[in-house]
């Protein structure tokens, strides 16, 4: 049974910053690509960062490139998603998200049950 269990997410100032993790169980971890989600209220979901099988290949969001970082180690079969100098436009439910490497574009397998992030001014 595949499961994507998130931590990290909680209440931040503006400025602050906060690491998200992801832990993968019931799966090959390498054999998938992973990514970061956001939906804010009345908002559509966003992708926020991705990174390839390897971790040689990451791709952001215009609207966190250079505050956010995403990375992986496979040996402990989690993703992670630094946040830094967090706005209150950040403020979401975040999910992670497994995609196996052979998918077409935008096609996720699994999908984490997502944390709340709420970044005060």
């Known amino acids: 049974q595949v499961q994507l269990v998130e931590s990290g997410g909680g209440l931040v100032q503006a400025g602050g910053s906060l690491r998200l993790s992801c832990a993968a169980s019931?799966?090959?971890?390498?054999?998938?690509?992973m990514g970061w989600f956001r939906q804010a209220p009345g908002k559509e979901r966003e992708l926020v960062a991705a990174?390839?099988?390897?971790?040689?290949?990451?791709y952001y969001a215009v609207s966190v490139k250079d505050r956010f970082t995403i990375s992986r180690d496979n040996a402990k079969n989690t993703v992670y998603l630094q946040m830094n100098s967090l706005k209150p436009e950040d403020t979401a439910v975040y999910y992670c998200?497994?995609?196996?490497?052979?998918?077409?574009?935008?096609?996720?397998?699994?999908w984490g049950q997502g944390t709340q992030v709420t970044v005060s001014s």
């Open positions: 998200a497994a995609t196996y490497k052979g998918n077409s574009p935008n096609k996720y397998d699994y």
């Open positions: 019931g799966l090959t971890f390498s054999n998938y690509g």
């Open positions: 990174i390839n099988w390897s971790g040689g290949s990451t």
